[in-house]
């Protein structure tokens, strides 16, 4: 998308920033691995495909992105005012669809995924603080998102849904840790029974993360110093 090209989300625990050209070399040794493979349901790229998808990522309608960074305040710089790709520990990604509930209503659905790739910077509260920065991010900007995402599509929709109905997330069956972070956040597992593929479904309704995002909650402290602030790297960069 390009709602988030020119934007990067600071709050005190991480720096979201868009996905560019310079991030794709560490991206790509990323997903060599096979751990990080299987978790993601990912198959290896080469590099050039690699910035392909990159390229893809900035301008698909469908589909948002963020590389997760440590603190803005911890960032090593490069001499072109960069930021380190050191300080890229993962990604945080939304993908829009849309589908036809019971009664034939078109519903807007948010799928998410949420990689911490450095394996220093596990189980240190990034993911968490990620996607609630994300959410939030998403929530704010919820009617360009969607007006970026019909403009994209091929036919125009008659009634076209102005918020989300839901959000999801699909995870390895195995993937205890991640399922847990997502349960904790009051996602909740559509089936008892992983599907076909081996994965489980997490289902949120779009108003209980807008409550649980309110700086009042017990998850929305997790989003202290948040600020959206302007990013801009060079050209091709």
């Not at 794709?24 to 080469?46: G, R």
């Not at 110093?225 to 960069?237: D, F, N, R, T, V």
Request: aromatic share 10%; with cysteine; proline share 5%.
């Amino acid at each position: 998308m390009r709602i988030n090209e020119y934007t990067a989300v600071s709050t005190k625990k991480v720096l979201l920033v868009p996905y560019s050209a310079h991030h794709v070399p560490k991206y790509h040794e990323w997903m060599k691995d096979p751990d990080i493979q299987e978790a993601t349901a990912s198959e290896p790229l080469t590099l050039d495909e690699e910035y392909a998808m990159q390229r893809s990522w900035r301008v698909d309608a469908d589909k948002l992105t963020f590389i997760i960074c440590r603190p803005e305040h911890n960032q090593p710089m490069t001499r072109d005012g960069r930021l380190d790709p050191d300080s890229m520990i993962g990604d945080v990604n939304l993908f829009i669809s849309t589908a036809e509930d019971d009664a034939e209503n078109q519903v807007v659905a948010g799928e998410l995924e949420l990689m911490i790739a450095e394996r220093t910077e596990q189980r240190r509260g990034y993911g968490r603080a990620a996607l609630l920065a994300f959410l939030n991010y998403i929530l704010r900007h919820e009617g360009s998102l969607l007006t970026e995402f019909y403009a994209g599509q091929p036919t125009a929709t008659a009634v076209a849904p102005a918020r989300f109905g839901h959000f999801a997330v699909k995870i390895g069956e195995t993937n205890h840790r991640s399922i847990a972070l997502f349960e904790r956040l009051g996602f909740h597992k559509t089936s008892a029974t992983p599907s076909y593929f081996g994965e489980f479904e997490l289902r949120l309704g779009r108003d209980e993360i807008q409550s649980f995002l309110n700086p009042s909650s017990s998850t929305g402290g997790s989003l202290e110093g948040y600020m959206e602030i302007e990013y801009s790297c060079p050209q091709g960069a």
